[in-house]
């Protein structure tokens, strides 16, 4: 029989390889997938992963994998550490949204002025915005023992409704001929997050989230507040005889995971999103749970699996447009994907034996 | 007999329709959650027996098949993760969250061809007279069958997690696998048998949407009735009645807000449409409130082993 | 050599780009997918039409399930870059990614569905009076409710759904006086369960007709469950449940316009424009009055849409007041289409609020 034997520690050589032999397995599924569905797999294989970097409107879509990996990378940097501390923050995109509200209302309550302070003045308010709705949960875990999973995800809902009467009320453009969605962000430099550098996506959300992974690197490398988060999530026993406190990791790492969802949030409103409106919320705040995993947790596995599936979702665009592949088809490949990445991975930690003796 | 407009008894029975696929589900869930497993792929499963029963029902032109091609599906797709996560290991909570991504573009692509499709109907159980008796005749004698059974199977899986030999084991499975596994029982096993149910039960919470409640195939069509689903069994502390409790008051909520406004209530709506989540939270906070601090699981009634994966070392 | 490689190349690329210009692109893009039986099958249905009017001379390429903002603006520009003559954005919320990409190129013509932003001379924006579709459904609604009570599943506040609300109810009292409507807002424009949740509220509360601004089959379903209570298919025919509850539709027939414009690319007359067509030219289409409707209602809600379409009437045209009682519309006056677009109030004779 085949059986998995622990290895004493995690094999390096497989760590590196375990994406690359999945990518190349996802290659091999998802292109039967579209054989199957009448379309040249090779084509549409090359469409995925290989036009956005090197293909012939590379130029233009390198700079687009920053800028939808941006907000993905820079909150799934927050949801590790309360991952890895045990502590479930499923609803990063309720703080996403959040924080794009408030951070939309500073702005356009200074509007028309124009001043310097504007924008820095938005981003702190915009961080306070997702702060404070990771904040709930951790009040209500800490005070009244109550899951964070189910707060946390409640909250997105009453977040969308905030959205909505924000797009239709509050925030509704006044010129805009009672039509739904704020002030346009482009419309109003001194509020604006354009690109830093033009044609390559880059605007301060995406310069936040490599800020983030560098800061969450050393937290967690050398900083006494990283290794009691990785003991609180390992051994919780452990980490209270250490004298962490659980009521201050459970406010700390919602705290932190919400602000930086909050600042993805207000990133993009101003920059690519450009307004608030019913729709502005796309699900960053779930994909970046995915990318949270996909990254193993590690600040800079989450910098490469973000890219990973910005990867994905742009080339897997293109194959749509190009090629007529149905969305869906996308979709599902995304999930096989994971789907392999996350068997692969076993490797990493167990050998597989074939015909093993057992020990008696 | 009416508050402000609105008829308490067929308030009820709406609720108690409206209910039904995340009930289905979250007993299901609450099972494979009971054994240790976390599987946040609810949603996928659900949309996947959403077009598999509709395809089922459509292709042979009988409702009932429908609902077991819906359970097979979900059980089918279950399966995928319990190989990930039991056999090769890996995280749960990452496998659940890829096996929705894939079930929803499996599904689109399943249901490619078959919009606007209208599938064999199920009628409501014929009570007779029985249907006909004033508040009772509403709330009890007038549904489809799967309403009956989404009440029926959270009563058989309290009573067999709490008396039969096989719900003490899954309990025992749940709380911890190592000991389990010491005194002989097959933990991988357990576990395979109780996310297949899982599946299964999510499956036909799907089809439930697509067979009755709407019914049509359309992309889509379960809109995060499985995340709803996942928080009641959070909100009923992984306790059968509780599930229960938790989705007609969930569902009960969602309807009563719409009968407010169409009964031409002065709430204003925005604050109606958030009030199924608010509340639900309220009452999460009351409940929770009274099982003492402590901040860890067990004054949750959580298992113990929940998300966490087993390998038998020898 | 090199001169041989480098005429080749030229010929190569020039052969290319006559082949290029033979074929006109038009391009689509769509907030939802194309299996939604409602707003996105239509534009997409409208997109086949076009390959059926043009054959060989026409090549159509589309995205579905696009969000608003920054993947619009890129799945524009990426249209745009390859070779898209003209591009349809078909959700409001393209406005500010369609008149972006729309001023990085000139040469691509864009048409953006309800919007009101026509910022550079390549852009237009185009809409249909689904106002008047729902005219002709408040007729049939009015003449066959028996408990005088109509109800109306919105989906967002905005003026185009505060017009349905107000044509409906305006022509609904104009054949019953006694009729009041009842208004649920399911903040969705498409989600099944909830749609059905709000059809069945409203049927508790002894709605007999149904309108919906949402886009699923599920209040007709709902309806379905209820003898006696009727309701119309919404953006689609939703022709799987004639003869009833279905009595009648509203079909959002976006073919015409969009064979209309591609034509006019291909024949270079394509000019900016904003268009807001409705029953006259085919963009909305009463589906088929079942025989459940009683004959001279049939006749009634016929002659209505037929002076609609030859435009001597109009749907909101005088005496017409606001909810609080102040007058909007004097005797015979007809609303422009500026306040149309901008619409935020109830007519008067409707209660309750519209949400902020």
Redesign the interface.
Known sequence: MVT?E?RPTPSRFWAAATPIVAVILTMLAGGALFAV?GKNPFEAIRTIFWDPLFGEFAWYLRGQLLVKAGPLILIAIGLSLGFRAGI?NIGAEGQYIMGAVFGASVGLAAYPTESRLIFPAMILAGAFGGWLWGMIPAI????????E???S???V??AE??L??AALGFLRNPEGSGFPGSRNFKDYSAASNPELIAGTGMHWGVVAAFIAVIFAHILLQRHILGFQIKLAGQA?RAARFHGVN??RM?MLCLGISGALAGLAGVFEVAGPAGQISIDFNVGYG?TA??VA??GRLNPIGILLAGLLMALTYIGGEMASTNLGL?S?????????L??FL??V??LT??RIRMFAK??A | MDFG???PA??IA?LMV?SV?ILLAAIGELVVEKAGVLNVGVE?MMIIGAICGFLTAVGTGNPYLGFLGGAAGGAALSL?FAF?TQA????Q???G?????????????M??GY????PPLTGAVPFGPLADIPVLGVILFSHDWVVYFSIAIIAAVWWVLRYARAGLILRAVGENHDAAHALGYKVGRVRLLAILFGGAMAGMGGAY?SLI????W????T?G?G?IA??IV??ASWKPWRVLIGGYLFGGI??LQ??L????SRI???YL??SP??I??LV??IM??G??????RA??NAPAALGQNF?A?? | MKKILAATTALALLAGAAVAQDKTKACFIYV??I???GWT?QHHEGLLAVEAAYGDKVETAYQETVPEGADAERVLTQMALSGCDIIFTTSFGYMDATNAIAAKFPDVKFEHATGYKRNTPNVSTYNARFYEGRAVMGTIAGRMTKSNKI?YIGSFPIPEVIQGINASFIHARKVNPDVTM???????W?????E???A???I??G?DVILAHTD???PL?EAAKTPGVIGFGQA?D????KPSPRVSSIIDNWAPYYVKRVGAVMDGTWAQQDSWEGISSGEVEIGEITEAVPAEVKAEAEALAASIADGSYHPFTGPLNKQDGTPWLADGVVANDGELAGLGFYVEGI???I??
Request: aromatic letters at 10%; proline letters at 5%.
């Open positions: 998995l622990k569905l479930w209500l875990k800490t005070r009244f023992n109550t899951n999973i189910l707060v995800l409640m909250l809902y009453v409704k905030i909505s009467k919780p659980p009521a459970i779930f749970i995915i995993f996909l149905p869906a088809a996308i979709q599902a490949f995304q999930g096989m994971l789907f996350l068997a991975d076993v930690n167990f057992g020990v | 407009g609105i008829n067929v308030l709406s409206a696929p996928g995928v990930l090769l290991l890996a995280n909570v990452a496998t969250l890829a096996l929705t991504l894939f079930g929803l573009g499996l599904s689109s692509l249901g490619q919009n606007g499709i209208r949407l409640r709407v019914p049509q359309t992309d889509g069509i809109q009735a995340w996942l928080a959070v909100f969602s309807v719409l009968n406004q169409a009964s031409g204003p709506v925005e449409s958030m989540y608010l639900t939270i999460l906070v929770s409130s099982q003492g601090r402590g901040g860890d004054a949750l390998h070392s020898r | 939802g997918p299996g939604d039986g099958f109800g009842s208004v649920v807002w399911a903040y969705t498409f989600d099944p369960a909830k059905a949740d709000s069945k509220a409203l508790e509360q709605v699923s089959t599920a379903a689609s939703m022709a799987a449940y209660t309750g609020d949400p902020k």
